[in-house]
């Protein structure tokens, strides 16, 4: 039987399609195929509001502007513990690390301008709610760029901060900038849960068959690539922007891990507190009681 073909969009970033290059190439048997579009998460995010894909890899945090339209799907996406957003200044005078020292760092932020990838992204979710913990006089303006031109912007003055995802975790010093919070490490500090960035949702209206053979093929799509590494490489290199190929094998080992393969009872723990406590402080809607279960 011929599955007809789905529209889907997801980011170049080595994860991505590292995941999917077993199944965008037609490498899972019996499979739907797939018509792939390669965009930004802020891209991905509206193309999600708008209904315009069949699937899609979006932020969490955008799930609950969309859950009527699309289902979760309970693989294929980015969570992990160690992985999450940081926010990036300028290397500060004398780089002191006492907690005074470090006080004074954040207090930097209060009325500044920071760059970030997506004002619906869950890095700006868990920014925003880092920064009601700890910047207590506000964040100044926030401007709106692509992840990849962020890190210039810091270093040139730009801006005066920026928050920043992916493999800029790894290559953040090659600028010449200065951590000075890891969104992450407060999440998880705070909740004891694992971090939800990036979710793949497809539509509803597939219907339960379609939607369950989805999810079994990016579940294959993923073991696939576990198992033969190399048989992604030239997929993942020609979409990764000129990265420093180690660069991109620290990238997927640190997005693509076991609930990539599946949320599991841990990864949609996160993914209920993550929008719960954003809903009860103001800034997401507030999820239906059944909104994340998949058919």
């Known amino acids: 039987m011929t599955v007809e073909q789905l529209k889907i969009a997801y980011s170049p970033c080595p994860n991505d399609t590292f995941v999917f290059d077993a199944l965008a190439h037609g490498r899972v048997p019996g499979a739907p195929a797939l018509d792939v579009t390669f965009a930004d998460i802020d891209i991905t995010n509206g193309m999600a509001e708008r ?24 693989c294929g996406g980015a969570l992990g513990r160690g992985c999450g957003p940081l926010v990036l200044t300028r290397e500060p005078e004398g780089g002191g690390t006492s907690l005074l020292e470090r006080s004074r760092e954040l207090g930097r932020l209060t009325g500044r301008t920071v760059a970030v990838p997506s004002e619906k992204s869950t890095a700006y979710l868990l920014f925003r709610l880092w920064a009601a913990d700890t910047v207590r006089d506000g964040i100044g303006e926030i401007v709106v760029m692509p992840f990849h031109e962020i890190m210039p912007a810091v270093r040139d003055g730009k801006v005066d901060a920026g928050l920043v995802i992916h493999e800029a975790r790894f ?29 793949i949702i497809a539509k509803r209206s597939l219907g339960e068959q379609r939607l369950r053979l989805l999810a079994d093929s990016i579940r294959a799509s993923v073991r696939a690539a576990w198992d033969d590494p190399e048989a992604s490489r030239p997929y993942v290199m020609e979409h990764a922007q000129e990265m420093d190929p180690a660069v991109a094998d620290q990238h997927i080992g640190l997005y693509v891990n076991e609930f990539t393969a599946d949320l599991g009872e841990d990864g949609y723990a996160a993914v209920r507190g993550l929008l719960t406590r954003a809903a009860a402080e103001g800034l997401v809607p507030p999820l239906g009681p059944n909104a994340l279960a998949f058919p």
Do not use: C
């Open 171 to 199: 290559t953040y010093r090659n600028y010449g900038l200065h951590k000075l919070a890891d969104m992450g490490e407060h999440w998880e500090n705070t909740t004891g849960l694992p971090i939800p960035l990036g979710a």
């Open 51 to 74: 209904g315009e894909f069949d699937v899609l890899k979006v932020s969490y945090a955008v799930l609950p502007y969309v859950l009527e339209q699309y289902a979760l799907l309970p």
